[in-house]
């Protein structure tokens, strides 16, 4: 019996955005990057469809004029198995996240107080994040014949950010604003490709081909890279009056201004939320560009 | 003069919050499912006074409730009656709630 190995890539290339994933917010972009961080959403389960992830999330905070310090802390990582497969087809890269959030409210603004007879509507706050995440990942060399098999790195992703959000409201209009700076030890894989490779076990008996068993896994391909990134990440999310709250529509840049992977990519989410719940969006897309590449994401989240 | 065991429990999505009941500034710690509350003792001879803020986006639905139980002369606390009062946050302003709750009908209010 003789027993031979064929490599077959189907699933021609896809882009880990239309299938490709945060925190407290669920307002956020193909990658999971976001600007704003919303008080009390804490509690949620969510994913992102793009990237299949799964996260938990805690707020401890304390409400009233006096207490303006609070933290948070959320553990995500990417979904395996049924669920995944469900919705991606395959994970080229498990992950697991861990961030602890430190907050301060009214920044420039007053704090609020309950027997003040006109209170300004306008808000502000700033949150101090770190984070660590360990991934791990298969990449496909494609310069070598025959295909090789898919080999594992791991990789440690440390993050530092320190965001500022603000709410504005007008007559008709309210506007979430938010900006964030960062340090991170990050990778590429977001810019990488994936496949999806099938290694078939054939045997041969008598001259008849039989196939004996058929595994697959997913890859990724390209030039993979780490490096210290500067993430610079903006959001304008405005909600028009005239959708009472259920539309709201975030405009948002996030890039990387360290010199080594200097990048920009701007783009356009709409957020379709719950019906008296404006900060809680049961699922929303967005469009981004980056290096001439234009990218869709679809978002769902849960509340429970 | 009596003893009066309030509860309190709001829930919706703010970005600021503040309660007085009673001349007393409340504590209200999130308590990990959309909703802020905390639990006091008041010496009431009259009514209850409420007075609550909240900044957020318009149209977020809120709810307040306050579940007040009088104690008896061994200690213990009668069964609960509850104000609640529910609304929105309105587009351009803040959400106020100012009102006088008789804690032995304040489902009246």
Not at chain 1, 91 to 112: D, H, M, Q, V, W
Not at chain 1, 211 to 226: L, N, P, Q, W
Not at chain 2, 65 to 74: C, G
Request: contains cysteine; glycine residues 10%; proline residues 4%.
């Amino acid at each position: 019996m003789n027993n031979f190995r064929a490599m077959l890539i189907f699933a021609a290339l896809f882009c880990q955005a239309p299938f490709a994933m945060c925190q407290q917010s669920l307002f956020e972009s193909h990658d999971g990057d976001t600007s704003i961080f919303l008080e009390g959403t804490g509690g949620v389960v969510s994913t992102n469809i793009g990237k299949s992830d799964l996260r938990l999330s805690y707020l401890h905070e304390i409400m009233n004029k006096s207490h303006l310090y609070s933290w948070g802390a959320d553990v995500s990582g990417s979904l395996n198995g049924t669920s995944s497969q469900l919705l991606s087809g395959v994970t080229p890269a498990k992950s697991a996240l861990l961030r602890i959030s430190g907050k301060k409210r009214n920044i420039f603004t007053e704090p609020l107080d309950a027997s003040s007879p006109t209170p300004s509507p306008n808000d502000d706050w700033v949150i101090l994040q770190v984070g660590y995440e360990r991934q791990q990942i298969k990449l496909l060399d494609t310069s070598v014949s025959p295909l090789p098999s898919p080999t594992s790195h791991g990789f440690d992703g440390y993050q530092a950010s320190l965001a500022y959000n603000a709410l504005v409201k007008s007559a008709h209009n309210d506007f979430l604003l938010g900006a964030s700076v960062g340090v991170a030890r990050t990778n590429n894989v977001d810019d990488l490709d994936s496949v999806q490779v099938t290694d078939s076990q054939v045997s041969v008996t008598n001259g008849i081909e039989r196939r004996a068993s058929e595994d697959s896994v997913a890859a990724f391909v390209g030039t993979y890279k780490k490096f210290i990134g500067v993430p610079v990440n903006a959001d304008a999310i405005w909600y028009p009056g005239a959708f009472s709250g259920r539309i709201g529509i975030d405009g948002f840049v996030r890039s990387q201004v360290a010199a080594v992977h200097r990048s920009a990519e701007p783009g356009l989410g709409v957020f379709v939320c719950k019906q008296g719940q404006p900060a809680r969006p049961i699922g929303g897309a967005t469009v981004s560009y980056k290096d001439g590449k234009g990218k869709v994401a679809l978002i769902a989240g849960w509340n429970f | 003069m009596a003893v009066y065991k309030v509860k309190t429990t709001i829930t919706g999505v703010f970005t600021s919050m503040d309660l007085v009941l009673d001349g007393k500034d409340i504590d209200l710690s999130y308590d990990g499912d959309h909703t802020y509350a905390s639990t006091d003792l008041f010496d009431l001879s009259d009514k209850l006074g409420l007075q609550w803020a909240a900044r957020g986006l318009s149209f977020q639905d809120y709810t307040i409730t306050l579940a007040i139980s009088k104690r008896n002369d061994d200690g213990s606390f009668a069964k609960p009656k509850n104000f609640e009062e529910d609304g929105t946050i309105p587009q351009g302003q803040v959400a106020q709630v100012h009102r006088e709750i008789s804690p032995e009908s304040p489902d009246h209010e």
